[in-house]
């Protein structure tokens, strides 16, 4: 710029890169369900969100939960976040062209049980993951989407073929951070009603509702941590047929509302109930969820 170098730097906090499975805050029933999908033997299983949302983590508490002597697990990632124990780890290096599709070509030979592919970034890579899930692999990664069955339409506009796409997919885990509310100045909230109704409450006389005041403990933002919302997405014989007639997304997303599936606000509320978060948290990271 006119006034000298603009420079923006990241700081990587392994101590908060890796949480143990148990801490990831899911409810019981998205545990059982989650736990039962990194269990498959092969398939693929995707974490979506933006850029800060915590998908790194949950992977490798992912991982960190299966992780076993007799299981192989190799993961090719940009860049390594966290060293766990007993698996191979490969940073990406472009300059000696390292890249995720060159890195999962090569894992694919060295006989593994797991794979973790940091980020589907393209069609090379997306279909080298599938191959390796229609060979007997389980593939674990990431993707940029606002929702879970979002997953589904990205895949496919980047030029999978959707018989491939609904014969490996497991499930897809949407994931946004909201802040917790600081305990040491936690007081009643009274959400305006439009926030209320924009999450799909419409009644909440009967539910106590907290926010922080600010205090020295959270430095006046009323927030200290953050906690994880989650919207699961598991494929069922119906929602594969979908994605073979390529439904448009809204249509899969009724689907999977209609098979159980916990919408990232709904998930979100009922953190709002426990007093860990406000609604107006819920609003603020999930704009994109209509």
């Not at 890169?17 to 693929?44: K, N, Q, W, Y």
């Amino acid at each position: 710029t006119i006034h000298g170098e603009s420079i923006v730097m990241r700081l990587l906090d392994r101590s908060s890169v890796f949480l143990p499975f148990d801490r990831l805050g899911f409810s019981a029933r998205t545990a059982e369900a989650f736990e039962g999908l990194i269990r498959r033997p092969h398939g693929i299983l995707l974490v979506t969100g933006p850029t800060g949302s915590g998908k790194t983590t949950t992977l490798y508490a992912a991982l960190d939960k299966i992780n076993a002597p007799d299981r192989k697990i190799i993961t090719v990632e940009d860049p390594v976040e966290y060293q766990l124990k007993g698996v191979n780890q490969i940073p990406v290096r472009p300059k000696i062209g390292l890249s995720f599709a060159s890195g999962l070509r090569h894992i694919v030979r060295q006989d593994p049980d797991v794979i973790m592919v940091g980020e589907i970034r393209d069609l090379e890579t997306a279909e080298i993951a599938i191959q390796a899930a229609l060979t007997g692999h389980l593939v674990f990664s990431t993707l940029h989407t606002n929702d879970a069955p979002g997953a589904v339409t990205r895949l496919q506009d980047m030029g999978c073929e959707p018989y491939l796409v609904s014969s490996v997919l497991n499930g897809v885990l949407a994931q946004r951070l909201v802040r917790r509310i600081c305990l040491a100045c936690r007081a009643p909230d009274h959400p305006e009603p439009a926030d209320l109704l924009a999450i799909g409450v419409t009644d909440a006389s009967d539910v106590q509702l907290f926010r922080g005041k600010g205090c020295d403990e959270c430095r006046g933002t009323g927030y200290r941590g953050r906690i994880g919302i989650y919207e699961l997405f598991r494929l069922t014989e119906e929602g594969r047929s979908l994605i073979v007639r390529k439904v448009p997304a809204g249509e899969l997303r009724r689907h999977a509302v209609e098979q159980g599936m916990v919408m990232l606000r709904a998930d979100g509320w009922a953190r709002a109930c426990a007093g860990m978060t406000t609604v107006e948290e819920i609003l603020r990271v999930t704009q994109e969820d209509t």
